[in-house]
């Protein structure tokens, strides 16, 4: 079955950086949009980043536009989230997710989260 596993979350002050990984496994991956998002306490997830396996297409929350990158690589079968300059409202679990390209359906695969807290 699918497994998404994130890593790299911590602690971190503002200003720093940090790269968060997510390997999946399970199936391939090739047709699949790989995504990032976040849920801090008290709010609702929210979409951070995406990527298209295949072509490597992104796209970005505004809010982290020019501070945060998404990659992939595909021999590792491992996602990347890089982040930079990052702020006290980045604090949140964040998750790794996916789902097919060519569909209008929601990311229906899920990873664990990985705690990400900038301290100011």
């Known amino acids: 079955q699918v497994q998404l596993v994130e890593s790299g979350g911590g602690l971190v002050q503002a200003g720093g950086s940090l790269r968060l990984s997510c390997a999946a496994s399970?199936?391939?991956?090739?047709?699949?949009?790989m995504g990032w998002f976040r849920q801090a306490p008290g709010k609702e997830r929210e979409f951070v980043a995406t990527i298209t396996w295949r072509f490597g297409v992104t796209a970005y929350a505004d809010s982290v536009k020019g501070r945060f990158t998404i990659s992939r690589d595909i021999a590792k079968n491992t996602v990347f989230l890089q982040m930079n300059s990052l702020k006290t409202e980045d604090t949140a679990v964040y998750y790794c997710a996916a789902k097919y390209t060519y569909s209008d359906l929601p990311y229906n695969y899920w990873g664990q989260g990985t705690q990400v807290t900038v301290s100011s």
């Open positions: 399970g199936r391939t991956f090739s047709s699949y949009t």
